[in-house]
């Protein structure tokens, strides 16, 4: 899932500016499961706008609302109303809800209450890990389902680096060797063999490097391919 962290009330309060009706939007996927952007989270939010703002002595009309999900147009529908009667809209989603919301209401100011920091998984309550890179190029087959290109510092695809000590990354002894993890897993499955063969350079046009992205599946629009 998308991990992101709440920006601090005084960064947010500076985004906002001298808008008088401001409406937080939070998300109720990704963001509400790490506990950084749901129905919970805006009204807290909401809440400490409407507080902070009146002892600054510009007392701001702070009001929210939680979609399902704010990446797709038809939740965004839902709330259209209230993101035009507002100043400002302050999205509590990732980075792509905040470009959804402009995107869908381009009358609307649109800024961000969260930074959007990886995708991963929760590892235990509270800790949250980063597992995938999105590098559009999937070789979790070749190294037992554990991401070198994430987990490895150096995103090496041919074995560790000489750098580790006990099975853990030379930047931080708290950070476990990805290429240690690979081979411990590739051993216990009887699958060596697998690594003995040399991984070409990546192939990093399927990246962000080649520019923004864009899947079409053909088989699911509803228009034709002229269209």
């Known amino acids: 899932m998308i991990i992101a962290e709440q920006k601090s009330l005084e960064e947010i309060k500076r985004l906002i500016g001298k808008a008088e009706n401001v409406l937080v939007v939070g998300c109720g996927t990704c963001v509400t499961v790490c506990f950084a952007g749901g129905a919970r989270e805006a009204a807290i939010l909401s809440a400490a706008l ?4 009146k002892l600054d002595g510009d007392g701001k009309n702070v009001t929210d609302v939680t979609v399902q999900r704010q990446c797709e147009w038809e939740y965004l529908d839902q709330i259209a109303d209230r993101v035009a009667d507002a100043d400002l809209v302050l999205s ?5 809800g905040v470009q959804a919301i402009a995107e869908h209401f381009p009358k609307a100011w ?7 920091s990886f995708l991963g998984i929760p590892t235990e309550q509270g800790v949250w890990d980063e597992r995938c890179a999105a590098c559009g190029d999937c070789i979790l087959g070749l190294t037992g389902g554990i991401c070198p290109i994430a987990r490895c510092s150096k995103s090496l695809l041919n074995g560790p680096c000489g750098g580790s000590e006990a ?3 030379e930047i931080d002894p708290n950070v476990p ?13 009887g699958k060596l063999d697998l690594l003995l ?9 399927a990246a962000r490097d080649g520019g923004p992205r864009r899947i079409i599946r053909q088989d699911l629009r509803l228009t034709s391919e002229e269209d």
Do not use: F
């Open 50 to 53: 409407r507080m902070s703002t």
């Open 167 to 169: 099975g853990h990354c």
């Open 197 to 205: 063969e040399i991984q070409p350079p990546k192939n990093w046009r």
């Open 110 to 116: 649109v800024v961000p209450g969260l930074n959007t």
């Open 92 to 96: 509590l989603g990732c980075g792509i």
């Open 177 to 189: 060797c990805a290429w240690q993890l690979i081979y411990d897993r590739m051993s216990a499955m």
